[in-house]
């Protein structure tokens, strides 16, 4: 059984035996619509161990980018796998980390791969457009019709990108959200306000950071598409 603990020293020679020995496996988080609960599809989330230790991706990948030949090599990993062992016939969240544009020997065979892949989306965090040309990403987005998510939106310290609202097909609201309804109300009308744009766009609204049963009936208040957190995991994990 791995525990997640403390864990804060990472060293390449720890990436390196990461990839090496495939010391990862992929947590599909149910993303559920409001209307009638059902899956509408799963977020892949990645997942390191090492020693009987589950190490934070954050901690992880942050890193790796201080060695993007090492980076991407790790990243390509872990989309291969997460397409790899998928739940059928959903569609399929993942993560997209911009810092891959920095090796480019790499990213041709990477995208290369997303084309021959089905039914997914690619979650850009929030603020992606600090780290790369937004816009000549979107354009190869478009070029290959891959859909995408705005992550983290409105996380607490992030900005918020004008341009990525208006060309997303998915807003997913990030879990602040919902501590800024549990202090204040009033913060509904915020969510609901996005929703009815989003509408008005053709895009759909998921909501982050479903963990208790009362964060689900602050969503029941909204008029968001759907739902994801933790209250819903199936420990639907492969390794």
Partial sequence: MYQQNNFKIISEKIIEEIIEKKLFYTQYQPIISLHDEE?????????????????????VFGFCHKDLEL???????????????????KKLFINFDPHVFGYKTGVNELFSFFQKQKDFTIELVENSHVHINISMLIDIFNKFKFEFAMDDFFKEDSMVSIFLLNKTNYIKLDKDMLKAVKSNNSFIHIINGIVDFAHSQNQQVILEGIETYEDLEIAKDTKVDFIQGFLYDKLFINK
């Fill in 39 to 59: 899956v509408y599809g799963y977020e892949a989330l990645a997942r390191f161990k090492y020693k009987e230790n589950l190490l934070p991706p954050d901690l």
């Fill in 71 to 89: 980076f991407y090599q790790l990243e390509y990993l872990t989309k291969k796998k997460q397409f790899e062992n998928r739940p059928k016939d």
